[in-house]
């Protein structure tokens, strides 16, 4: 059996790269809409109810009023946008968040994806939280850099225009100073904290891959757990899982012992190592003491954080293979 794939938005940094994985496959057919009638609601309404499953890349108000177009009871969407991340009536799409998700988005029929910041934060605290070693009302920050294929096409445009002076220089750039970001509330409610972290984020001059941190005082915490106490409950929760792994002790080990610029020195702890692909690596390093540690986690800000997720739960969503183009 093909199902039918409509992509709204397909032409948007995110679009672009869900139709580019979801190519020569048998499985799927990509329909598009007319060009000619691309300005027509009726024509999109149409799409939007004709096909099996719709993909929406999309601005947040964008995604609300196809959402609202929409009237069959049968076509499965997947929404890209902010808009209904924590909306208790849409399936949250980050597949290996429980033991239970991967069910919840496979029956799901409006199944909103995950932020790419979000999906390192989560990933690393959400499993502390649950397991007591992180309780929900502990004040925490996250500290993020990621390509500026992130900021989508006016920062991919600001950061390749050439000459520089048409566009800009900069090597690195913090932003979100209000302390405001969007994807706070999915990062406070899918953790399952009772307050929002303070989240640093910053773009640097690469175009793709992403590095989450979350740093931990491990002695202000209740029962001072050690490094080896997260990384055994780290450990547990992503055990057998295909896109979501955690680095050995032995190479944490052997990267705590690295130092920039030593001979032989290989740059394997790079945001970017992990791009083109569906995958997110996690790392825990702590101190001698054991008092404190450095919680790390690494995907593509375009792949696991953005199309190789929403591809993970279309084929959940469909019941094909869930590593189908991944």
């Known amino acids: 059996m093909t199902h039918t794939i409509f992509i709204d938005g397909e032409a ?9 994985r979801l190519a020569g496959r048998s499985d799927l057919q990509v329909v598009s809409i007319d060009p000619a009638r691309r300005k027509d609601a009726d024509a999109r309404a149409e799409l939007l109810n004709g096909v099996d499953a719709v993909v929406l890349c999309l601005p947040d108000d964008a995604s609300r009023e196809a959402v609202g177009l929409i009237t069959s009871s049968t076509v499965k ?3 890209a946008s902010t808009a209904y ?4 009536d849409w399936a949250y799409g980050f597949a290996e968040m ?3 998700q991967r069910e919840t988005i496979g029956k799901a029929t409006r199944v909103s994806n995950p932020g790419c910041y979000p999906t390192g934060f989560i990933a690393l605290v959400r499993p502390l939280v649950a397991a007591g070693l992180i309780p929900a009302d502990f004040p925490l920050t996250v500290n993020a850099i990621s390509g500026y294929s992130g900021g989508g096409k006016g920062l991919i445009g600001e950061f390749e225009s050439q000459p520089a002076a048409t566009g800009t220089d900069d090597a690195f750039r913090a932003y979100g100073l209000t302390l405001a970001h969007k994807h706070l509330p999915e990062m406070q409610i899918h953790s399952g904290l009772a307050h929002p972290p303070v989240f640093a984020p910053s773009v640097g001059r690469f175009a793709q891959g992403m590095l989450v941190e979350v740093p931990l005082q491990l002695w202000a915490m209740p029962g001072a757990p050690s490094p080896r106490d997260l990384y055994d409950a780290l450990a547990r929760a992503y055990a057998g899982e295909r896109f ?12 705590q012992s690295v130092r920039a610029g030593a001979a032989g020195y290989v740059p394997a702890f790079d945001p970017q190592s992990l791009n083109g692909s569906n995958r ?3 790392f825990v390093f702590g101190n001698a003491a054991g008092t404190q540690a450095r919680l790390v986690a690494i995907l593509d800000n375009l792949g696991k954080g953005a199309s190789g997720a929403a591809v993970q739960n279309l084929n959940l969503m469909l019941g094909l293979p869930e590593e189908a183009g991944l």
């Open 77 to 79: 969407v997947v929404d």
């Open 85 to 88: 991340r924590t909306a208790p």
């Open 244 to 255: 979501v792994e955690l680095a050995s002790l032995t190479e944490t080990a052997e990267l």
């Open 12 to 20: 948007g940094t995110t679009g672009l790269q869900i139709r580019e």
């Open 98 to 100: 429980s033991a239970t």
């Open 280 to 282: 997110m690596r996690l």
